[in-house]
T-cell receptor, first 109, second 116 residues
């Protein structure tokens, strides 16, 4: 599976869009990019995933660059409840996810 | 949470004792996983199951065994607990493998295990 690189921490003001970057420069053509988040002491929660095209659901948007070497998770209107650790994961058909250290996102009032 | 429970939620035990953690799902998902989470290491896969009686090792399987005798239950056993196995353990389920569409993993609430 491709290694992903994320900033260790980020801050965002409540009500603003939170943009979380992820580098996956060694990603191969059939590897999906998944995003999960973990709110303190809880189990991780699935957010979104994509292969080539940009994706949007009720929680977030995922923007994948044309060369697929990086992606950005966008939380359009961040709330205090979005404070969590966000994990970007590249998956290649293996029946497992490999979690890295993630980005600790803090939403400030 | 998507119909996943873990028991016990907290356990303190002594080195050398056997410990079994249970994951129970009501979603009829085929795949089940056990992870451990430690500071500085993120989540690491211990074992997973892709069907009843079908299991395989993850990246940190030493010292752990699993069993899945029915779809809804996935047991994680520490045959002889050690202090290095003090951790938070998460169970997860998915309909299919991560590569397939709409096969995200749903996680349980976790079990905090302390081995003295």
């Amino acid at each position: 599976d491709a290694k992903t690189t994320q900033p260790p921490s980020m801050d965002c003001a409540e009500g603003r869009a939170a943009n979380l970057p992820c580098n996956h420069s060694t990603i191969s053509g059939n590897e999906y990019v998944y995003w999960y988040r973990q709110i303190h002491s809880q189990g991780p929660q699935y957010i979104i995933h994509g292969l080539k095209n940009n994706e949007t659901n009720e929680m977030a948007s995922l923007i994948i660059t044309e060369d697929r070497k990086s992606s950005t998770l966008i939380l359009p209107h961040a709330t205090l409840r979005d404070t969590a650790v966000y994990y970007c994961i590249a998956v290649q058909g293996a029946q497992k996810l490999v979690f890295g250290q993630g980005t600790r996102l803090t939403i400030n009032p | 949470d998507a119909g996943i429970t873990q028991s016990p939620r907290h356990k303190v035990t002594e080195t050398g004792t056997p410990v079994t953690l249970r994951c129970h799902q009501t979603e009829n998902h085929r795949y089940m996983y056990w992870y451990r989470q430690d500071p500085g290491h993120g989540l690491r896969l211990i074992h997973y199951s892709y069907g009843v009686k079908d299991t395989d090792k993850g990246e940190v399987s030493d010292g752990y065994s699993v069993s899945r005798s029915k779809t809804e239950d996935f047991l994680l056993t520490l045959e002889s607990a050690t202090s290095s196995q003090t951790s938070v353990y998460f169970c997860a389920i998915s309909w299919g493998p991560p590569l397939a569409v709409d096969n995200e993993q749903f996680f349980g609430p976790g079990t905090r295990l302390t081995v003295l």
